[in-house]
């Protein structure tokens, strides 16, 4: 379930720079759905170095569940290709900060962990083509019932690299026939967070036994008539990276994204300053 | 100049697994236009270990000219997430062999260059988004005339990471008014073929002074009427990694180019074994 606590009830209207500033101060430490529309949200891991090009590997050979928008620098904390003044240690409402694989602690800063040798990596978040179904008359149930999206462990092998395996975790929206292929469409648009549907139709083709008992988030209901369609989930690589065991990793909180500036609808996810960016403007 | 010798010209009929079996054995170590069609065909870099995670880095900084659709584990000359049995070592036709940032071999087989520290990095190329246009009726004034692509080095700056940066290289293709907006939409589906254009018009605008001598390739008539039309080009990363001096760096030879088993309008490009992947398949 998702932590609620000073959520921003005016975010929806304050700039992405603004809401981070107010992450950062302590000012809102809620979920971010909703806030900053039209802006991309992500994904967050922070690993050491010596993991960071298998995980990059690891991502590479997995698009669909782990779509990387962005790669700090080794041991900066901010975030320039992802927008303006961000610091990754700050401005981000929610972390979890894990020690070989175990959940140590839940924060809202995580200056006090952060060290030399780490590595962020942003990746893509349902959130982008959620607000576009919407956007074109498709309902997403769990936002109508005002749940969290139910989650699942699949049997769908990912790609290995390095230390980094195991099954795909998917989210399931149910939609009436006549609505997939548009469903389809319209995320497919977006690559930079999940793309278009993994699977379709019967739970038991991936693995999943029971789609009221979701391994993560909330059941929803499934109407008559009603199929049940499912995407790549982000708790792919928050699974995996606890899998390995790294001597750290740190995480946001589920809901908790990294606000972005950059246009959720931008051909790529790398930042360009207006005010810095004359020439490659030409189009 | 693309270097023409043992050129297959049945290759077209052949499927790209049987196309690389044929460059494995040296009898075909000609360019790779046209062969394979509806096959991903790639830009090759393949560097030591120590400085693929900033080349990773610069790659997603710079997704147009560098995008990456394959990366090898380090160490290994196999790549199985773009095709059935590649030998990166000798499936390409024609390799450059770069030290400290100078040509010192073009060869048809790295064999002997083989480390266990190198790690492989495949990046999209316009092949891709030509073949889209050409389907589509938009003629492509070089294919047209026979000759390699133009090809400018501009003043955009790319997003540097580690060692990597600099400018921008762009290919130009002329086009007429009324073509550019279809050109625009099909080149914009394949992001991991350097996407939609980067600029339009006034060559001065991004730092070309002169059209009509290309830094590379040939120059194409740019008839009364025609616009050009500039898009990132994968010579980009070939000039970073020269410019960035690494003990040894292996590229293709320009257009000699990895051809793959992925589809090139697949919605990803990792390659899914149809003998061993019927789970995924439920869509």
Same mark, same amino acid.
């Given at each position: 379930?998702?932590?609620?606590?000073?959520?921003?009830?005016?975010?929806?209207?304050?700039?992405?720079?603004? @809401?981070?500033?107010?992450?950062?101060?302590?000012?809102?430490?809620?979920?971010? #759905?909703?806030?900053?529309?039209?802006?991309? %949200?992500?994904?967050?891991?922070?690993? +050491?170095?010596?993991?960071?090009?298998?995980?990059?590997?690891?991502?590479?050979?997995?698009?669909?569940?782990?779509?990387?928008?962005?790669?700090?620098?080794?041991?900066?904390?901010?975030?320039?290709?992802?927008?303006?003044?961000?610091?990754?240690?700050?401005?981000?409402?929610?972390?979890?900060?894990?020690?070989?694989?175990?959940?140590?602690?839940?924060?809202?800063?995580?200056?006090? !962990?952060?060290?030399?040798?780490?590595?962020?990596?942003?990746?893509?978040?349902?959130?982008?083509?959620?607000?576009?179904? @919407?956007?074109?008359?498709? +309902?997403?149930?769990?936002?109508?019932?005002?749940?969290?999206?139910?989650? =699942?462990? &699949?049997?769908?092998?990912?790609?290995?690299?390095?230390?980094?395996?195991? %099954?795909?975790?998917?989210?399931?929206?149910?939609?009436?026939?006549? %609505?997939?292929?548009? #469903?389809?469409?319209?995320?497919?648009?977006?690559? %930079?967070? !999940?793309?278009? +549907?993994?699977?379709?139709?019967?739970?038991?083709?991936?693995?999943?036994?029971?789609?009221?008992?979701?391994?993560?988030?909330?059941?929803?209901?499934?109407?008559?008539?009603?199929?049940?369609? =499912?995407?790549?989930?982000?708790?792919?690589?928050?699974?995996?990276?606890?899998? #390995?065991?790294?001597?750290?990793?740190? &995480?946001?909180? +589920?809901?908790?994204?990294?606000?972005?500036?950059?246009?959720?609808?931008?051909?790529? &996810?790398?930042?360009?300053?207006?005010?810095?960016?004359?020439?490659?403007?030409?189009?």
């Amino acid at each position: 379930m998702v932590i609620l606590s000073k959520t921003d009830q005016d975010g929806a209207s304050l700039s992405s720079e603004a @809401i981070r500033r107010r992450i950062r101060t302590g000012a809102h430490d809620g979920h971010t #759905a909703g806030l900053a529309a039209g802006k991309l %949200q992500c994904n967050l891991a922070i690993l +050491p170095e010596a993991y960071a090009l298998d995980f990059l590997r690891f991502c590479q050979r997995n698009p669909k569940p782990c779509p990387v928008v962005g790669v700090g620098d080794t041991g900066s904390h901010m975030l320039p290709t992802l927008g303006r003044d961000i610091d990754i240690r700050s401005d981000v409402p929610r972390y979890r900060v894990f020690k070989e694989g175990a959940l140590v602690e839940e924060v809202t800063d995580i200056t006090s !962990h952060w060290a030399d040798d780490l590595v962020t990596v942003a990746l893509g978040c349902s959130f982008t083509f959620e607000n576009a179904l @919407i956007r074109a008359g498709i +309902p997403v149930r769990h936002i109508e019932m005002g749940r969290n999206v139910p989650m =699942y462990r &699949t049997n769908i092998d990912l790609v290995p690299a390095g230390p980094f395996g195991g %099954q795909m975790v998917v989210t399931m929206r149910p939609l009436k026939a006549d %609505q997939i292929d548009a #469903a389809r469409a319209i995320s497919a648009k977006y690559p %930079q967070a !999940h793309g278009a +549907p993994i699977a379709i139709g019967d739970p038991a083709a991936i693995g999943i036994s029971d789609l009221s008992a979701p391994d993560y988030g909330d059941p929803v209901d499934v109407k008559p008539g009603e199929v049940p369609v =499912y995407w790549a989930c982000g708790v792919t690589p928050q699974n995996v990276l606890k899998a #390995a065991k790294l001597p750290i990793c740190i &995480t946001h909180a +589920p809901g908790h994204m990294l606000i972005t500036d950059v246009a959720e609808d931008a051909e790529t &996810t790398i930042y360009q300053d207006p005010n810095q960016n004359e020439k490659t403007n030409k189009e």
